[in-house]
C-alpha cells in the first residue's frame, strides 16, 4: 500500500503529464491548424484596434510583394518583430479603393463588433482577380474589442467556372431557340407540301431524325460542331445503304459549326431520301458521290463548295413539281448558312451545288 505522501507525489506527476500532453496536443492543432490553411490557400491577419498587424499566417501576393515579405516587418510564423507595423494587409499594393473598402469594414467591425464580408476585384496579368474576406471582432473577457482578425480567400478559379457555366447555359438557351425555329419552319413547310396527315407524319419524323442525328454529333463534340464526312456518312447510312459502297466522299473534310451540321446535315437528308426513292440509292448497284473542295471566295476568304452527284436513270420517275425537299435544298439551307446553292436534273444526273462561306467551318 502506499503513503498518502506516496499518493500526492504520485497525483503531483500525473497532473503534470497531464499539462505536458495538454500542451504538445495543443501545439499539434495549432501546427495542423497551419497547414490546413496553407492547403486552403486561405490567409488569416490579426490587428489591434489602431490597424496594426499583430501576425499573419499564409500570406501570399496582393496581401504582400510579390518578392516575399523579408523586411515588411510581418513574418508568416509568428509575430511582428517590430512589436507590431501596418503591414500583410495589402496596403500600397492594393487598387486604392479596395484598400478603402477595406479599411471602412475594419473600422466597422471595431466599432460595431459586428462582423463583416466582402467581396473585390482587382486587375491581373490574365485578367482579373476575385477575393472574397471575412471581417471578425476579437473581444476580450470583458466584452470590448481589441482586435480584428481577418480572413482572405482567392476565389478567381470559382468566379471563371461560374462565368463558364453562365455562357454554356446562354449558350444552350440561344441554340435550342435556333432548333425551335428549325423545327417550326420544317414542320410548316412539311404541312404546305403534304397531302395526307399520313404522308405529312412520315415526312416530318424523317426530318426530326435527321436533325437528332445531327445534334448528336454536336453535342458529342461539346458543342463544337460536326466533321462532314462523318455527318455526310451518317445521314447517308439512316436509310439502310451502306456508305462504304453507296457513298463515295472526295475532297476536305472540315468540321461544320453547329449550325452548318444542322442544315447541311438537313440537306444531305433531302438528297438521301429522295435517293433512296428515286434515284441511285434505289437500285442495288447505285451509288452516289459527294465532292468538297475548299475554294477561294471574295475578299481572298475560302469557301466550301460541296457536291453531290447521282446517276437516277433515264426513266426514274421524279416528281415534276416542286416539293419541300427541293426548297430546302435551293432556298432554306443556303439562306440560313449565307450561301448559294442549285439543283440541277438534266437527262439521267441529279447535281446539287452548294457553296458556303468560311464562317460556317474551320479547317485545322
Known sequence: MQSRAGDMKDSGLSDEIIALQSAESGMQVGRALLHALHNAGISVLYQDREMKTVWARNMR???IADTGISGTGVSDTGVSD?????????IGILPLAQEERIGAAKRKVVASGNPEHLEFSIPADDGVRWFQIWVNADHDDGGAVQGVVTTMVETTEQKRREQTLKTLLREVSHRSKNLLAIIQSIATQTSRYSDTLSDFLTRFRGRLQSLASSQDLVTS????????????????????ADPVRSLRFRGANPYLNPNAA?????AMHELAVNSVSYGALSRADGFVEVTADLTAAAAGETALSLTWAEAIGANDNQPSEKRFGSVALERVVPASLNGTAKLEISGDRLEYHLVVPRSNFETD
Do not use: C, F, K, M
Not at 517590430?82 to 495589402?90: A, K, Q, R, V
Not at 460542331?225 to 439502310?240: I, M, N, T
Open 61 to 63: 501576393p496582393p496581401w
Open 221 to 240: 463534340s461539346n458543342w463544337r460542331g460536326a466533321a462532314l464526312r462523318e455527318l455526310v456518312s451518317g445521314q447517308v447510312g439512316r436509310y439502310g
Open 82 to 90: 517590430t512589436g507590431g507595423s501596418d503591414t500583410g494587409d495589402g
Open 262 to 266: 444542322l442544315h447541311i446535315g438537313l
